[in-house]
């Protein structure tokens, strides 16, 4: 397999990498790992090969998957209107390269897997929703929806396209998780709100598990037409003029939960007392309208990753945090 990744060093598509060389090479698979960079001099394990925006658009290199995941991180400041510029353009415009790579090439991917988010379907409180869901609108929506927009117009040329939509992803080595640990590791951990928003997560480990048998379900199946035939199976994209499927998954547990729930389990796993309770207003003033992805939830399901098959190594919170010890 020889595959290109945009956002390949960040904290998803590093550990992707590894299970993937991991997995491959005691099999005897051959497996060819590009990481797409605007910076040349990036450091990188010397497994992976590294491949500039500059590059990309003059290589004559042909890759089987496309692996799509380079965006700013949406929680990692204020949304003030130049940050919600920079968040969109942070995703936009490696999807337009890659696309741009795509049209040119004569020998096409079999496969893009673009990143998105649960934040797709906005602020839905403990309504349950799958990949069939309607969304309500709000800057999240928005910002998910333009990012997954784009990258279907890969079928316009030809190949298929794989949506993933990642709730919030547990670790210890980044993410909401990494950020946490050392206020619960000092015993100021608690509840956000009154802490009966739902928190729609999933483990690194089957994040990177999932993505993998999506990918190799697709190659797998060349024809594209499994997931379609399947009448439990309706995330495919309808639009009439696609050449090609695009099918959409939610990266999330099976087993979503409260924030209160969260709190406790994250204290019981460190040992620490989780007492404290940050008030809704006080995050709002925080945060700001950022304040949404703290306060209001979404019980999001993996619907089209269970009908395809796939079984969660850590399907409960509590097996999540107890295999990071």
């Known amino acids: ?6 956002g390949g060093s960040g904290f998803l598509g590093s550990a992707f990498s590894d299970e993937l060389i991991k997995r491959y090479q005691p099999q005897s698979k051959e497996v060819h790992i590009t990481w797409l960079t605007r910076d ?11 491949m500039t925006y500059n590059e990309l658009a003059k290589t004559d290199k042909s890759f089987d998957v496309i692996l799509n995941l380079a965006g700013a991180g949406i929680a990692d400041s204020r949304w003030s209107d130049a940050r919600k510029e920079q968040l969109l353009a ?25 990143g998105s988010a649960i934040g ?11 990949e069939n869901s309607a969304s309500e609108v709000d800057f999240s929506h928005r910002l998910c929806d333009e990012w997954e927009q784009l990258a279907i117009k890969a079928t316009e040329y030809g190949v298929p396209v794989a949506i993933v939509r990642t709730g919030v992803v547990i670790h210890p080595a980044g993410g909401m998780l990494g950020k946490l640990l050392l206020p619960f590791k000092l ?11 739902i928190m729609s997560w999933i483990s690194r480990e089957d994040w990177v598990g999932a993505v993998i048998f ?7 199946d060349k024809t594209n037409t499994r997931q379609d035939s399947d009448p439990t199976n309706d995330s495919t994209i309808d639009d009439n003029t696609l050449k090609t499927p695009a099918i ?8 979503p939960v409260t924030n209160h729930t969260f709190t406790k389990e994250v204290g019981a796993w460190l040992h620490r ?6 008030p809704s207003s006080l995050l709002k003033l925080m945060f700001g309208e950022m304040s949404t992805l703290l306060i209001d939830g979404q019980k999001v399901q993996p619907q089209a990753l269970l009908n395809a098959g796939y079984e969660f190594e850590q399907p409960t919170l509590k097996q999540a945090l107890e295999q990071q010890k």
């Open 214 to 220: 999506i990918i190799e379900q697709h190659l797998a």
């Open 90 to 114: 942070s995703r936009v415009k490696p999807t337009e390269s890659l696309l741009a790579f795509i049209e040119r090439r004569s020998v096409k991917p079999k496969l893009l897997v673009s």
């Open 273 to 278: 007392p989780t007492f404290f309770t940050l």
């Open 40 to 50: 040349s001099s990036q450091t990188h394990p010397d497994a992976i090969s590294m």
């Open 120 to 130: 797709w379907y906005g602020t839905q409180g403990d309504k349950p929703l799958t």
């Open 187 to 197: 015993g100021l951990g608690g509840q956000l709100g009154d802490g009966k928003q």
């Open 248 to 255: 959409v998954y939610n990266l999330t547990a099976p087993n």
């Open 1 to 6: 397999m020889n595959i290109l990744i945009s």
